[in-house]
């Protein structure tokens, strides 16, 4: 990947023997080779936050809090701004209070390494709607969001309104296209307005990372996502 040189990528964090520094900084100095920087870090523990940090349990809160810290201090390392949050389960019916509650405090513990954590909408989880961040707005106006249009397809929300939903919160994006049968292609090859939705984002005053977010059943090369990093580049330096 680092041999095709995209001007920025997110890592994902795959195993506890990656939060190592000595690993980081190998990372690190891969993508500085390359000139490369890292903007973002996925956890491998996305899947368990419901558990983590949603369960009335006290002490495994706790351990989740510890476990964070140390995921932003990883990306403080990586010089990573951003720390992608999935959250509660769709299907535990937590109350946003409690939700925004237990998000605060964990909010507040990756910011003390420099490290924003930031919410993104997932179909599977409390985030799946519009609706849930203008709540969130209300309730944690600090926040900063992540937009993942094949999360907003899969929720079947429309995309252009969950980004204007969104607005001058969203600090990043995961892209992907899509058409009427399949939900996650490489950009360029659906449905997708590419530069409606960037147009959208620039106009309430988005700066950050277009992360072409794929899986690998979702593109046939590399070359396809290195295809669609271009285009998208282009539509970005034409404004």
């Not at 709607?129 to 106006?141: G, N, Y």
């Amino acid at each position: 990947m680092a041999g095709h040189s995209p001007e920025c990528v997110e890592v994902f964090i795959n195993a506890a023997c990656e939060l190592e520094p000595e690993y980081l900084r190998s990372l690190r100095q891969i993508a500085e080779d390359a000139g490369i920087k890292i903007i973002s870090l996925h956890p491998y523990t996305s899947g368990l936050e419901p558990m983590f940090f949603f369960s009335n349990y006290d002490r495994r809160y706790g351990e989740g809090l510890e476990l964070y810290k140390k995921m932003s201090q990883a990306a403080n390392l990586l010089g990573a701004g951003i720390i992608v949050f999935h959250g509660a389960a769709r299907a535990a019916k937590i109350s946003y209070e409690f939700y925004f509650e237990r998000f605060q405090r964990l909010w507040e513990t990756v910011k003390s390494n420099g490290v924003e954590l930031c919410q993104e909408n997932v179909q599977r989880c409390t985030s799946y709607s519009s609706r849930f961040f203008v709540e969130m707005a209300r309730a944690l106006p600090e926040v900063g969001y992540v937009l993942d249009t094949k999360q907003a397809v899969r929720a079947q929300e429309d995309i252009y309104d969950f980004a204007a939903v969104m607005g001058k919160r969203i600090r990043h994006i995961h892209i992907s296209d899509h058409s009427d049968t399949r939900d996650c292609i490489p950009p360029g090859k659906g449905v997708l307005n590419i530069q409606k939705l960037l147009s959208l984002t620039g106009k309430n005053g988005f700066s950050g990372g277009v992360i072409v977010e794929l899986y690998s059943e979702s593109y046939a090369s590399v070359v396809e996502i290195f295809n669609s990093y271009k285009l998208i580049s282009a539509i970005v330096s034409t404004g």
